[in-house]
């Protein structure tokens, strides 16, 4: 199936996902897409001076449709053999980059100013724990629940 949209197609969230594993190895899809969200939804964080992907009325809202196309995508990057995965008892998946997604980082624009920015912003996030994807859609609720009533 071929995507004909722009943003946040299949093929755009898995490079986002590689740049992630670029820096990070070992991650849960939860972990993956909350560093992801938080890259791109900085300003929402306290991380970012503004939001990579600018300010949105439903930005907040897309983080659950966001972590099942990341898991997609990611699915997809481990059977192009660009990420790599392994099976942890008791954990589930944990996906790194592989020697040829390193490749494929490696030739990524560096002047590339989209490229740049979600690098740095990467830079500025922890680790999450590897259980906090309950957390971080409450916190999520939270943020949606203030402004709704700060209008």
Do not use: C
């Not at 008892?89 to 592989?98: A, D, I, K, V």
Request: glycine share 6%; charged share 30%.
């Amino acid at each position: 199936m071929i995507e004909n949209k722009l943003f946040n197609s299949n093929m755009e969230l898995l490079l986002r996902s590689m740049l992630v594993l670029s820096k990070y190895s070992n991650l849960n899809i939860d972990q993956i897409a909350e560093i992801d969200f938080k890259a791109t939804y900085g300003f929402y964080f306290g991380i970012a001076d503004e939001n990579l992907h600018g300010d949105n009325e439903f930005g907040l809202q897309e983080y659950s449709l966001r972590r099942k196309k990341i898991s997609d995508a990611v699915m997809n990057g481990a059977l192009r053999g660009v990420i790599s995965y392994k099976e942890i008892e008791n954990q589930g998946y944990l996906y790194s980059l592989s020697s040829k997604g390193n490749r494929v980082i490696s030739k990524f624009d560096s002047e590339d100013l989209y490229f740049t920015e979600y690098r740095k912003e990467i830079e500025k996030i922890d680790i999450p724990a590897a259980d906090e994807s309950t957390y971080f859609l409450e916190r999520i609720e939270d943020k949606l629940w203030v402004r709704d009533f700060e209008e």
